[in-house]
């Protein structure tokens, strides 16, 4: 059976910007339930697909078998699955998909009750593991860091007094210790274990550190000429995004003329579409509130070579 169309966020504003055409190959680094890939498949490109999930592969039945291929590994692998500069364009939508939230068997809502997993793939440490074993001060810094979380210390203490009793399991159980841990919702637009569950999923697939070997990979991959969009939804993401794009585009500060001179840069490798980031239109922020905090940043691969890590 078929899986039910997806509709991904800021789809048109990613088309524009990617411009998927026949006879051109696009990499779309996060598949999900495949509303990216089906567009750039309609649009005539050929496309190569990554995801880390293998319950994603249910979402690539009907696509046409010429011009798709669904590669289950982390998006960071694109340049060594595809090649070199093989590519016309990259797209990314960052986070954790419609698809997994949905779900309540992958653990990763705090809304709907189900074993405390997080994991985007089948491998490594649970996000009950982490919850249960990590240090009480790690648990508060995931929760800073990763959530941007400001109680976090009182999570963490709520957590360790509460696991030292029975160990977490189930989502709901420990969504109301984090809920209790700051005095309950009293009405909050946003539920109180939002950015605990955030930093949590974060750090249970390291996707920060994915996202910025994905960028380089991607730099890898892409012709000269090809494009790079991303969609993030949290500033922890569009920050790397931003930094990477302006980095690689030359537009880091150039330094005081009082200090020692700065030394030399690879030629840029990239070039900005736009300046800034753009967000969804008024309709689908209506139609979809999921949308209200994704971003989008693009840029154009130049000829300059791929820059080393050092740089």
Partial sequence: MTAAP??????PEVLDALQPAPGKTVIDGTFGAGGYARAFLDAG???????????????AEGLAPDRFRLIEARFSE????????AVDGVALDLGVSSMQLDEA?????????????MRMGREGPTAADLVNTAAQEELARIFFVYGEERQSRRIAAAIARRR?????????????????ALG????????????AFQGLRIAVNEE????????????????SEGRLCVVTFHSLEDRIVKTFLAVRAGRTPSGSRHAPPKPAQAQPSFRLLWGG??????????????????????????AAPVWRAAA
Avoid: W, Y
């Fill in 45 to 59: 490109a050929r496309v190569i697909a990554f995801d880390r999930d293998p319950g994603a592969r249910r979402f």
């Fill in 184 to 195: 309950g919702r009293r009405g909050a637009k946003v539920h109180p274990a939002t950015r």
């Fill in 105 to 117: 068997e992958r653990g990763f809502s705090f809304l709907r009750d189900g074993p405390l997993d």
């Fill in 208 to 223: 920060l550190a994915e996202l910025e070997a994905g960028l380089a990979a991607a730099e890898r991959a892409l012709k």
């Fill in 6 to 11: 997806h509709t991904p966020v800021m789809l």
């Fill in 277 to 302: 980031a753009r967000g969804p239109s008024q309709a689908e922020l209506s139609a979809n509130p999921r949308a209200r905090s994704a971003k989008l940043r693009a840029a154009v691969r130049t």
């Fill in 164 to 180: 030292a009793l029975a160990p977490f399991a189930r989502t709901l159980d420990l969504a109301e210790v984090v809920e209790r």
């Fill in 78 to 85: 694109m340049a060594d699955e595809a090649g070199d500069g």
